[in-house]
Each structure stands twice: as structure tokens, then as C-alpha cells.
């Protein structure tokens, strides 16, 4: 698959990604059936390593109750007779097996390899499945092994390039970390602030431990580097703001008064334009018979 031909494909989202491979590959476009579970094996790029019990046994009661409405899909795999791996689907495919079911509806592909990584990624990250740690083991898959950057992923998946900066970001953090994460012990909030902290093991304990937030864990993280605290905007009493209010009406522009200590506290004048600057000085200067 040429470079070019990659860029054409971006932004087209799951359905035409799989389409597109279709008819590249010669297989006709309805190529759909029902196979035995027994001729399925999971996939070796799906980017999902976590199936939490509970998660699987709602979908299968689901299952049992409306059948598996949407098909998954597979490819043949090279060297074995009527076995197929699964490119899509690999949970819908657990939860058919606990549901007792025999036979799945799939959509056969001829698919390579990075065809085979690119749907797998893109299935998962589209419907939310992953968490934040997989999502981002499947960017670095694509970008590493398949040559992606970041602004073509950006593309193929609708996520901000700040996204994947910040989901990629997190595979930095210690393995032990990075756990707490895949089983959802942690958060992908909570786990950001760890990120570049030689502590972030202990912190991280706990954060779990003692329940903390994502705003006690940032403020903590800020108070042990050193940094100061975000002042707290005190709360305005009436006659600030009636003070506020006229002087915004007497300059024609935004005003705000910030109380501090005692009697301390600032006054900002906002302007858009270098005139409405200039207007307030001279009327200040003015006043001060300068």
C-alpha cells in the first residue's frame, strides 16, 4: 500500500476502511456468513488485553436476549483449513460464548497484516472500548509499525492531536502505574499528573489508597515540586460589584476588581483595541493634571 494512497483513506472512518479493503482485495462485497465459533481464534493486534467479567456477562445476557446484531470481522488465517482470526469483534466473540451460542454472523476480509492492525485500532477507538493505556500500546502500534504520525491518526480516528500527545504520554509512567490504569484503579486523569515523577509508584498507591481526586492529586503533585498554589478568587460582596458595574459604564470597558489582605487588591481594565488603551491612560493622566 502506497504512502499515498494511505493519506487518501484518512477520515473515512471504520465502515469505508473496511469497504475499501474489500473491493481492493477481490472478495465480493457481500462475502457475509455464519461460522462456528470452534473455527474462530482472537486476534494478535486487537489492542484490548482487558475483558472484565461483569462487562462480558451484560453483553452476553444482552446477546441472549436480542442475538448479535452486528457481525465481526475476520480473515482467513494463511496455512489452516476453514480458521479464521478475528479483526473486529473479539469481545462480542467472548460474550457469544458465554451466551451459549454456536454460530456468529462475520464478514470475511482478505486482509495483511497492517490492514488487520489499522481496523482492529480504529474499531476499538472508535466505540470507547479501550482504556487509556491500550489506546494509546494502538497509536504506537500504528505509528511505529505502520508509519503514522500523529496528525494522520488524528485524521483516521476524529481525536485531537493533543489527545494522542497526552494518551501517548502515558506510556512513560512505570508499568506497575500503567496497571493500575488497565484494570481501572486509576485513572487516565489521575495518572497524567504522575507523568515525569520519580514517585509516580508511590503516589500512585496512594492515590488509590486514600481515594484522592484528580484535584487533590494535581494540587498535591504541585505543593511536593515546589510550585505554588492557585490563589482563590475570594467570593465579592455587593458593593464591589455595584463597583465594578459603574466603573465598567463609565469607561465603556470590561472591569474587575480582585480583593486581596486587609485592604489590598487589584484593578484590571480590559481592552481589545490599542485605542481603548490609549483612552484610558489620557483620561488617568487627565485626572492627575499631568
Same mark, same amino acid.
Given at each position: ?140 502500534? =500504528? ?42 484503579? =486509576? ?22 489508597? =486514600? ?41 465603556? =470597558? ?37
Amino acid at each position: 500500500m502506497t504512502a499515498s494512497t494511505q493519506k487518501n483513506r484518512l477520515g473515512r472512518g471504520l465502515a469505508s476502511l473496511i469497504n475499501e479493503r474489500f473491493d481492493e482485495t477481490g472478495i465480493g462485497a457481500e462475502d457475509r456468513r455464519s461460522l462456528p465459533l470452534a473455527l474462530l481464534r482472537a486476534g494478535r493486534f486487537n489492542p484490548r488485553r482487558s475483558f472484565p467479567e461483569e462487562q462480558l456477562e451484560e453483553l452476553a445476557a444482552s446477546i441472549r436476549e436480542r442475538g448479535l446484531v452486528q457481525p465481526l470481522v475476520v480473515r482467513p488465517i494463511a496455512g489452516e483449513t476453514r480458521a479464521y482470526e478475528i479483526v473486529a469483534g473479539e469481545r462480542r466473540w467472548r460474550a457469544a460464548q458465554l451466551a451459549n451460542l454456536h454460530e456468529v454472523p462475520v464478514i470475511v476480509r482478505a486482509l495483511s497484516d497492517h490492514e488487520a492492525v489499522e481496523i482492529a485500532i480504529i474499531e476499538n477507538v472508535q466505540r470507547e472500548d479501550l482504556n487509556a493505556i491500550e489506546e494509546g500500546e494502538g497509536y504506537r502500534l =500504528l505509528m511505529d509499525g505502520h508509519g503514522y504520525t500523529q496528525e494522520d491518526l488524528a485524521k483516521v480516528i476524529g481525536k485531537s492531536r493533543s489527545h494522542l500527545a497526552n494518551t501517548l504520554r502515558l506510556l512513560k509512567l512505570p508499568d506497575s502505574v500503567q496497571e493500575l490504569v488497565r484494570t481501572g484503579r =486509576l485513572s487516565a486523569g489521575h495518572a497524567r499528573a504522575l507523568i515525569g515523577r520519580e514517585d509516580a509508584t508511590a503516589l500512585a498507591t496512594r492515590i488509590v489508597n =486514600l481515594g484522592l481526586s484528580v484535584r487533590q492529586v494535581e494540587a498535591l503533585t504541585q505543593e511536593q515540586s515546589g510550585k505554588p498554589k492557585p490563589r482563590k478568587n475570594k467570593i465579592k460582596d455587593a458593593d464591589t460589584k455595584a463597583a465594578e458595574a459603574e466603573l465598567s459604564q463609565a469607561l465603556g =470597558l470590561g472591569v474587575e476588581i480582585r480583593p486581596g489582605r486587609g485592604e489590598k487588591g487589584e484593578l484590571r481594565i480590559r481592552y481589545t483595541k490599542l485605542e481603548q488603551l490609549d483612552d484610558v491612560c489620557s483620561r488617568l493622566m487627565r485626572r492627575s493634571g499631568r
